[in-house]
């Protein structure tokens, strides 16, 4: 469920993938954003919906609740994580209202949270090297991506290849369904195997000539990329997420057993994407009626 979960951050805002997607692409952050919340609200209902109908099957799955909480230790509990979800709200509330850009919006909230360690007494020197340090590894790692991107652009469009890709793809079918298919089959194999910072830097060269060839809207098109690459962060054998939780519960669960469970939930994001693919509307509606 962790796992599966936390693919969920790439298309509910904010998203580094979003932003990166959004600068290559030339097209407006602010409406990436808001393009990513209906179908990342389908995708968290899917999996809601997909587990309780398995516990419903299954009861065993969920376990035995040993401990309950009183109402005012659930208000306890609420009160000492009010800052996280303040601090969300007010950064994507900036941006949607025009006050700052993503950009900025990024400073705003690395200045708020400073704030906030500071008043919970959670601030240090050592914690503010270590997130400095961690930045900074981040930050590089995404930059020398980035210019190898543009190497590999420069030298595309010298051989022609992205021309030739796109014209050959649209000889064969200029329907989008078509070309969506076709992308789909490549995210998922690749997806297996390749960052997925990485193999969306990779292949925007490739896929954007195509899909500005078969007139797509190209925030829709960004969205079902990000799906895409959200499916495979769970997808073995190279599963991000799945490394992640096996990391954090060491030898005590085999990770045969992790990737086995993320299985129903690579269902429902197949469910996901074939909604987002047939409905271009319920990532376009909120871009729509927003002035970003």
């Known amino acids: 469920v962790i796992a599966a979960s936390g693919t969920l951050g790439s298309l509910i805002p904010p998203s580094i993938l979003m932003v990166l997607y959004g600068v290559y692409a030339e097209v407006s952050i602010g409406k990436l954003f808001m393009a990513g ?38 208000w306890a509990a609420i009160k000492e994580v009010w800052a996280l979800p303040t601090l969300i709200i007010f950064v994507l509330g900036g941006i949607f209202a025009g006050f700052f850009t993503p950009t900025e919006a990024g400073a705003v909230g690395a200045f708020l949270a400073t704030i906030l360690a500071v008043f919970r007494g ?34 595309l469009a010298l051989s022609g290849l992205p021309a030739w890709l796109a014209s050959t793809m649209l000889s064969v079918s200029d329907s989008a369904v078509w070309i969506i298919v076709s992308v789909a089959i490549i995210y998922i194999i690749l997806g297996m195997f390749v960052d997925s910072i990485g193999l969306l830097l990779l292949t925007l060269p490739l896929l954007l000539p195509i899909a500005n060839g078969a007139d797509m809207n190209l925030i829709w098109f960004g969205i079902i990329l990000i ?44 469910v996901a994407l074939l909604v987002i693919i047939s409905f271009p509307e319920l990532s376009l509606y909120l871009p729509s009626i927003m002035d970003i």
């Open 227 to 270: 799906k895409l690459l959200e499916i495979g962060l769970v997808s073995p054998p190279v599963g991000l997420n799945v490394y992640v939780i096996k990391g954090a519960v060491g030898n005590s669960v085999p990770i045969q057993t992790i990737f086995k469970g993320v299985g129903w939930f690579i269902v429902m994001d197949i």
């Open 37 to 74: 919340f209906l179908p990342g609200l389908l995708s968290a209902a899917l999996y809601i919906l997909m587990i309780v109908a398995r516990v419903k099957l299954t009861p065993d799955l969920a376990g035995k609740v040993e401990q309950h909480f009183t109402s005012q230790e659930k």
């Open 122 to 155: 959670k601030f240090s020197r050592s914690n503010f090297i270590e997130a400095l340090t961690a930045t900074a590894r981040g930050t590089g790692s995404i930059f020398i991506i980035l210019i190898g991107t543009i190497f590999l652009t420069k030298f």
